[in-house]
């Protein structure tokens, strides 16, 4: 089945492994250690960026009918794994332009918040981002710390039929 090893050599080229028509030849120490650090930074990566992720989800639809009090809701999620952060210290907001909005919990589903913002009535689009400010365990004491989303937009659009 497989060919006898009669020799062994030690070569600063690697070790060689002469067999009865087989030669085979294994990299030398210098030559692994670069490939193997880089496929252990591409294995823990990966691992390292899913176990401390935490991520903010707009739950708002991107366009909602004009109402009449000019006030829209607004709703987010905060998914984390992260099992530092306090989950009784988390405080979300709606931040548009300079003015925040505490948001509030979800009466029927844990982890989501709604807030009413206020919308001009010649207004037709809105920027607005979520911002969660918490704190979290660490070696001394509990840190303050916050987690922004990236901006979004909501539309204002008039009911059909509607003038102004």
């Not at 948001?103 to 809105?126: C, G, H, N, T, Y």
């Amino acid at each position: 089945m497989f060919p006898f090893v009669f020799a062994l050599s030690c070569k600063a080229g690697g070790v060689k492994i002469w067999t009865v028509g087989m030669r085979l030849v294994f990299p030398s120490p210098d030559e692994i250690m670069p490939k193997m650090k880089k496929i252990f930074m591409l294995l823990v990566l990966p691992l390292a960026l899913a176990g401390c992720a935490s991520s903010v989800i707009n739950l708002t639809p991107s366009r909602l009918a004009r109402n009449s009090d000019g006030t829209y809701r607004v709703e987010a999620a905060w998914r984390t794994r992260e099992q530092t952060i306090r989950p009784e210290t988390i405080k979300p907001f709606v931040v548009v332009g300079f003015e925040k909005y505490e948001m509030i919990p979800e009466a029927v589903v844990s982890d989501r918040w709604e807030a009413f913002v206020p919308v001009a009535a010649d207004q037709k689009l809105m920027h607005y981002r979520f911002r969660f400010d918490f704190s979290r365990n660490a070696i001394s004491a509990p840190v303050e710390d916050s987690k922004m989303s990236p901006e979004f937009s909501l539309e204002i659009v008039d009911k059909p039929g509607e003038r102004k």
